[in-house]
């Protein structure tokens, strides 16, 4: 498993907001556990939440990394505000929206949408099912004395691939 939690990014206004889609399939070894059948009840396979939010951070740490060229060692420092209304299970579709509140030397806030599109009711439309809002750390930064590798081991290959492949140039 990768621990990618986007698939692709849709939309990039550089140093404001990022739109990234997360398409969930029951071909994910993570929702056969969660929730398992029992004796007494069918399986009922959802995205944990914990999922939910990494894929707004990962979102979010991309668009706060991207504002100046993947230089900074970005890492989620703070999850300010976690809501979420409604389960995403197989078949359905997650937009992640983040958008840069306040960026400084340090770090970055950013207000992330969350929206769920039901293939089976599409009809419907992309319904809002949650608000999260993070934090992040300049590592380098903000952690005087402490070294770090030099290399950027936030934005490895996997996400250079994400980018590459939804259009977004990689310096490098």
Same mark, same amino acid.
């Given at each position: 498993m990768?621990?990618?939690?986007i698939?692709?990014?849709?939309?990039?206004v550089?140093?404001?907001r990022?739109?990234?889609?997360?398409n969930?399939?029951?071909? $994910?070894?993570h929702?056969?556990?969660h929730?398992?059948a029992t *004796?007494?009840?069918?399986? #009922?396979?959802?995205?944990? !939440? /914990?999922?939910?939010?990494?894929?707004m951070?990962?979102?979010?740490g991309?668009l706060?990394?991207h504002?100046?060229?993947?230089?900074e060692?970005?890492?989620?420092?703070?999850?300010?505000?976690a809501?979420?209304?409604r $389960?995403?299970?197989?078949g359905?579709?997650?937009?992640?929206t *983040?958008?840069i509140?306040? #960026?400084?030397?340090?770090? !970055? /806030?950013t207000e992330?949408l969350?929206?769920?599109f039901?293939?089976a009711?599409?009809?419907d439309?992309?319904?809002?099912?949650g608000k999260i809002?993070?934090?992040?750390?300049?590592?380098?930064?903000?952690m005087?004395?402490?070294e770090?590798p030099?290399?950027?081991?936030?934005?490895?290959?996997?996400?250079k691939?994400?980018?590459?492949?939804?259009?977004?140039?990689v310096?490098?």
């Open positions: 990768r621990w990618m939690w698939d692709r990014i849709v939309e990039l550089p140093r404001e990022m739109v990234a889609i997360k969930v399939s029951l071909a $994910e070894e929702l056969h556990d929730f398992a *004796a007494s009840r069918p399986a #009922m396979p959802i995205m944990p !939440a /914990s999922l939910i939010i990494e894929g951070a990962q979102t979010a991309v706060v990394g504002a100046e060229s993947f230089k060692k970005v890492i989620l420092a703070k999850v300010g505000l809501e979420l209304d $389960e995403a299970t197989p359905t579709t997650l937009r992640y *983040a958008t509140r306040q #960026m400084d030397r340090q770090g !970055a /806030s992330g969350v929206e769920l039901d293939h009711r599409s009809a439309g992309w319904q809002k099912i809002d993070l934090m992040f750390s300049h590592i380098d930064q903000n005087g004395g402490v770090f030099e290399h950027n081991f936030v934005f490895g290959e996997s996400f691939t994400l980018l590459r492949t939804s259009g977004v140039s310096p490098g």
